[in-house]
């Protein structure tokens, strides 16, 4: 039959089956007047019919839910906008990652430095040619200034140097002098003092700026420093040095007057071979550019003059490095394109699945079991289900107009609940509970663990279900 609702009836059973359609004609053939079924004819118009409705004639009355067809979503695009709204996300966070990478990288590990070097200093400067594209030293105006060598590769640190300078000083109570070299692998340091009164002073070699801070915290530590001698008359102190660093030779006086000392550094340092370089500039032009190869590297030799009479034996040099701005760019670049292709994927197995699963359910028939169990009704029955179908189609009418569920007892001590308030699937009992995740409440408990049982998923929004729970009124 091709009406919206077809009741089948049997003689021989005295219960009336209802199965309802997605058809969108008002009412069924067999119960229309003629004058009625005129009006339709002439109006030519279809009038809505609800999705479930129900016989008021039985006792003993039987429902079977026929499965709709899957609903789409109103905005057939929402996954395609998921999808943009996580594609734009992985850019953000691929953007921002990056600026502060690329941010530690140029003013934290390559950022520009002051050196503050000693006579006859030999540093090799050896930067990453991914990160770097040039090096720029620049120098304050000096009558003998440092000089910068390239080589392609690193030269032998082979060459040695002997020298040695002596002063007499006076230290003030509660403070230390400090004197810097940068020494190499294989250099040693050898000090000669001499302190005329019968006053102490402490006298340390410490490795960098990092162990001369440490020391002036705690001076009386003797862990402090590389070395840390307590001095009084004439003696001699010998280190030998195992790493390529600078290094600050530092006299403290923690007495309540001041106190004299002599002081003879004789330093053997081992410098590296510049008979090789292919690129020389002196830092009397202030400023040396010196270029990074790539992708291959090259080698620069920073190195310092002897002591001079009559001037500071100190130089100071500043250090910047210039980025390679093209590994940044590319860096940021691939980044994205790896970090998209994944998410892409990620994104396509999704939907597949969701796919596979919407597949799943417009494949379920309704030759199906029933969804729900049959249902006693709370009226006494008007007879078979042959003369429920034949009654007059003034009844059906009533009931159409009333609306589904409308005025109809609900399960718990015949209290009537409004038509929203009921079950969408029974239109019986009250909604009860809810779905876990999405939240939806639309149907009793009873439905609602069917429908977890049998399809698994909302029928409000399609999601998998996970959990039905019960809604308690206290």
Known sequence: MDGPAAISSSPSSSSAVV?????????????????????????????????????QTSTSASYRVVPMPPRRMEASTAPEDLAADDT?????????????????????IFGSEDLQIGPYSSILLKPNPLFVSSLKMESSEMKVAPVVYGFYKPPPLDVTKIWSW????????????????????????????????????????????????EWVEDPLYPDSALSWNVIRGNGTIRQDILKSYD??????????????????????STVYDITGSYYMCNLTRRLCNFKILFPEGNQGVLTTPGPTEGAGNEVYVKLSYEPRWMTYFLGIGGMTSIMLWGFNCLNRIRRNNEDTLENQLR???????PLLPQKDDDLSSLGSSYDSGSQSGEEYQDLLEEGPCDGR?????GKKYQPRQLCVICCDAPKDCFFIPCGHCASCFDCGVRVA?????????????????RIYNV
């Not at 691929?94 to 934290?108: A, D, K």
């Not at 290094?247 to 053997?268: C, K, P, Q, T």
């Open 363 to 369: 494949n379920v028939g309704p030759e199906r079991a």
């Open 19 to 55: 199965d309802v359609g997605p058809s969108t004609s008002a009412r069924s053939p067999e119960v229309m007047s003629e004058e009625e079924r005129e009006e339709e004819d002439a109006g030519g118009g279809v009038e809505q019919v609800p999705e479930f409705v129900r016989r």
């Open 247 to 268: 290094y600050y030779v530092a006299i403290g006086n923690f007495n309540s007057e001041d106190v004299e000392v002599g002081v003879n550094l004789s330093i053997r």
């Open 409 to 413: 007892p609900g399960g718990e001590g």
């Open 453 to 469: 049982e049998v399809a698994g998923t909302c029928p409000i929004c399609r999601r998998r279900m996970k959990k039905v729970r």
């Open 166 to 213: 002596s002063l007499s000083t006076s230290v003030r109570p509660d403070t230390h002098k400090e004197w810097v070299h940068y020494l190499n692998e294989g250099s040693q340091i050898n000090i000669s003092y001499s302190v005329p009164s019968s006053s102490s002073l402490i006298i340390v070699i410490a490795k960098g700026i990092e162990g001369l801070a």
């Open 88 to 108: 734009l996300s992985c850019v953000i966070v691929i953007l921002t990652f990056w600026f502060f990478v690329s941010m530690t990288l140029i003013m934290g």
